[in-house]
């Protein structure tokens, strides 16, 4: 069995949903719209390239040689160094913007150009970036054709792993009639796609074929900044939780209970429940445990800033300014605006690799939503939570529900089967009153309470009260303290009764321990008068003896 060779993208996300990356002396095809990454995913696979050494032409059909490094540099690629130590060469094949085109174009000039690159410098990768910039200036379908005809004859013969980018007429993930033709006669055709969705940027990749190689074909999303194109598809996560059978505090010793002796290490945790349920004063308390046990938290908030979120955790009695002082917890607040979902999710990722925190709070997943739509904030806390595997710490997402039972939306994005714990908190009117309640909906591996509990938020933190359940179910509030101050006065009672019980059984046993030392003491007084009968008898007896011998 034939084993296509393949190198490396630069792009580890799309190493794998090429299955390896791009085919060895064989071409592909890189098509999009304006500003959907094309030059960026060809700069990546350059500049990868070189840092193995291996020698790569890049033909700029649209960019001169310095705008080409100058826009490179934004993104952090240092081409000119490249080109310094004779790894990258640029071949300028813009057109002046007052040149005319006289008579048939054709590519044969270009070619013997780059022939001599690879001859003379050993050129083992090649980039044309803009084809279609070029080919388009004939004007006629049958022309163009036959000049990318020859160009792929050239490229077969060259037996050199070559990179095209063209504009997609539509921009979508779907070719265009015009560029049929292209897509047909390379190997390979990534599309690239830039749409805006609710106000925000989405950039997506899809692999349309690859000859002689399996791919993922399906669309994908990706982020632009420093380092290129970076990409991470759902499919990479990882559905199963390390077999770690260590538990840790949540911070609340009621609630450890509850949870069969605390949580389990390097699981994702879900905290779900309305608004003003008390989800993010729970992730708080379970983030002080932690800086307590000197374990670094990185918590993500899409809710409240940093010094928002200090603040009101204050009046609750936990202290983060503390271990956020010591650098045990490190607090990233931004607007899930500010930005698309893909670049959201390697700011956490980045920050992950820096940081390497023990705990990863995420508040709330809910707000996801306002990335793009419910399928992009989906795939973001989906791959969350399998980074949060992959580098085996825990994880504890809120999420805000928009009922006071929040039974079918527990998630609020569809990921709560990928969940390991679920804590549902609630908000319960009863006699007039507002209370919360917390519930242990689910905890895999773990022998948890399957009951309903109150808890307050108080000045010294969280706290749980015994579940109180009556005809009308849970006794929450008032009526909860009714129902303690009755089994209260019912246990005083209870307790008078026994001890009464108990006196009267006292006396009772005193007195017949009296009673029984006093018929011990007749019946030995009476033994007592037995023995002296029988020494009278005996002594009488021998007198009676000794008149008869006489």
């Known amino acids: ?33 304006p500003g959907s ?13 070189c840092e193995r050494n291996e020698p790569v032409a890049f033909v700029a059909f649209e960019e001169s040689p310095k705008a080409l490094r100058r826009n490179a540099q934004t993104i952090g690629f240092d081409i000119a160094s490249a080109e310094a130590a004779k790894t990258m060469f640029i071949i300028d094949a813009s057109l002046p913007g007052q040149a005319e085109v006289v008579g048939a174009f054709s590519l044969s000039g270009l070619l013997a150009t780059i022939t001599n690159q690879i001859t003379r410098f050993g050129i083992r990768h090649l980039v044309i970036d803009g084809l279609d910039s070029l080919t388009r200036l004939n004007n006629d379908p049958a022309l163009e054709r036959r000049e990318l005809q020859n160009l792929n004859r050239w490229l077969v013969d060259s037996d050199i792993t070559t990179l095209i980018t063209s504009k997609s007429h539509e921009g979508e993930l779907v070719p265009s009639e015009y560029d049929d033709f292209l897509n047909y006669i390379v190997d390979c055709v990534i599309f690239l796609d830039h749409s805006v969705l609710q106000n925000t940027v989405t950039r997506r990749l899809r692999v349309m074929k690859y000859r002689g190689s399996s791919f993922s074909g399906n669309a994908h999303a990706f982020h632009i900044g420093i380092g290129g194109m970076r990409l991470l598809p759902v499919s990479s996560i990882e559905l199963m939780r390390p077999g770690v059978m260590e538990r840790f505090s949540s911070g609340v010793a009621h609630l450890d209970d509850i949870l069969g002796g605390g949580l389990m290490r390097s699981s994702t945790v879900l905290i779900s429940g309305p608004t003003g349920s008390g989800k993010t004063t729970l992730a708080a308390t379970v983030i002080a445990a932690a800086n307590a046990r000197e374990e670094r938290v990185l918590f993500v908030s899409y809710e409240m800033s940093a010094e928002s979120m200090v603040q009101t955790m204050a009046s609750a009695g936990i202290d983060l300014q503390t271990p956020v002082d010591k650098g045990l917890t490190e607090i990233f607040a931004v607007l899930p605006e500010a930005t698309g979902a893909e670049a959201h999710l390697f700011q956490v990722l980045d920050r992950l690799e820096v940081f390497r925190p023990h705990l990863l709070v995420v508040d709330a997943i809910s707000a996801c939503a306002r990335m793009g739509s419910d399928e992009i904030a989906f795939n973001f806390v989906a791959r969350l939570i399998g980074i949060a595997k992959r580098y085996r710490m825990s994880a504890i997402f809120t999420n805000q529900t ?92 209870k307790t008078l009764a026994i001890a009464a019980n108990r006196a009267s059984l006292e006396r009772k046993r005193n007195a017949l321990k009296f009673s029984i030392e006093a018929s011990e003491a007749e019946i030995q007084m009476l033994e007592t008068q037995m023995e002296i009968s029988k020494l009278d008898i005996d002594e009488l007896e021998q007198r009676v003896e000794s008149i008869r011998r006489t």
């Open 37 to 49: 990454g094309k030059t960026n995913l060809a700069l990546n696979f350059v500049v990868n390239a």
């Open 1 to 33: 069995m034939y084993d296509l060779e393949k190198v490396s993208t630069g792009v580890t996300g799309l190493d794998d949903v090429l299955m390896g990356g791009y085919a060895v002396g064989r071409t592909t095809l890189i098509a999009g719209g």
């Open 402 to 493: 928009t009922t006071l039972m929040p039974v079918h939306e527990i998630s609020g994005v569809g990921v709560s089967s990928l969940i390991d714990t679920v804590i549902v908190v609630d908000l319960i009117v009863q006699d007039g009153e507002l209370n919360r309640s917390i519930l242990v909906m689910k905890s895999r591996g773990t022998n948890h309470s399957n009951q309903q509990h109150e808890f307050f938020i108080t000045s010294g933190g969280i706290v749980l009260a015994d579940a109180y359940v009556g005809d009308n179910g849970l006794m929450l509030g008032t009526a909860r303290r009714m129902c303690e101050y009755r089994m209260r006065n019912e246990l005083r009672n």
